[in-house]
């Protein structure tokens, strides 16, 4: 329901209706929907990182520009998902960096193959990568986006030539 309808529509209610049972059984099962939606989270973040971690990567890319093609088709794909995740305040305790860095690292794989290329100061140039990145997934999310993948990829590489002084 939350992938759906997003985690502002998620109710005990709802969930039971859909599960077809009164809401007892969720609250047998959640002390509360505060844990409910903790859970939610969980398999939300799961989503994420399967989907980043099964996204077409080209290898010749630019640093950040695999995570930010990845980032940016995920609000296109899962908009409800993308709100949930990356544009909430609360997080369960997870910064906007641990959610999209995850298990696997992607952050820091993109930051280690900036300094391989030669970058001086790749956690900066991450930064100002990913307020471009965040902002144009954040205009998906709008409907203020409306660049094709070629577009999009372009985009990002000229925004890492232009911060990295290349």
Known sequence: QAREEGLTEL??????ARAGCS???????????????S?????????????YANAPKD???????????????????????????????ERQGRSLYEMLNGKAGNVMAEINQAKAAG?????????????????????VITGDFDLND????????NAYNAFSGR
């Open 59 to 89: 290898p010749a890319a630019k640093p950040f520009v695999n995570l930010g093609m990845t980032y940016i088709s995920f609000a296109k794909d899962e908009p409800k998902l993308f709100q949930i995740l990356f544009l909430r305040k």
């Open 150 to 157: 070629d577009q999009t990829k372009q985009m990002l590489q």
């Open 39 to 51: 859970e939610v989270m969980e398999h939300a973040v799961g989503y994420f990182e399967r989907y």
């Open 23 to 37: 809401t007892q059984p969720i609250f047998r099962l959640y002390k509360s929907m505060d844990e409910l939606v």
């Open 119 to 139: 970058c001086k100061d790749p956690q900066d140039l991450f930064m100002q990568m990913w307020i471009h990145i965040h902002g144009a997934a954040s205009m």
């Open 11 to 16: 109710t005990a209610r709802k969930l039971a």
